[in-house]
């Protein structure tokens, strides 16, 4: 990594919010579930999957059945790392499989 893209980084890793929260803490991670049925007393609970942003435009989430996870980062043209899949490389692929 240069000099510039780190000193990048470190600019957006000091930027705060209003509150004085490092805006690229990573939030409490928090489950999704998505439910099935039209009876919301007893609803089917589909897949679960747990999602954390982990700073610098990478998130990561964690299939509940498998235990797998799959990260993602922002491309190089939005100024992420681009070493992983972005997310909408995995909608393509969602697409073409």
Same mark, same amino acid.
């Given at each position: 990594m240069g000099p510039v893209? %780190?000193?990048?980084?470190? !600019?957006? $890793? !000091?930027?705060t919010t209003e509150a004085?929260?490092?805006?690229? $803490?990573p939030?409490?991670?928090?489950?999704?579930?998505?439910m099935l049925g039209? $009876?919301?007393?007893?609803? %089917?609970?589909? +897949?679960t999957?747990? =999602?954390?942003?982990e700073g610098a435009l990478? =998130? +990561?989430a964690s299939h509940g059945p498998s235990g797998s996870d799959l990260s993602t980062d922002a491309p190089t043209d939005n100024q992420g790392l681009g070493e992983r899949f972005s997310p909408t490389d995995l909608? !393509? +692929?969602?697409? !073409? +499989?």
């Open positions: 893209r %780190e000193a990048w980084i470190k !600019a957006l $890793d !000091a930027q004085g929260q490092n805006i690229n $803490d939030p409490p991670r928090r489950q999704n579930h998505m039209s $009876d919301p007393a007893a609803p %089917e609970l589909m +897949t999957i747990l =999602c954390q942003y990478r =998130c +990561t909608v !393509a +692929t969602a697409l !073409a +499989t």
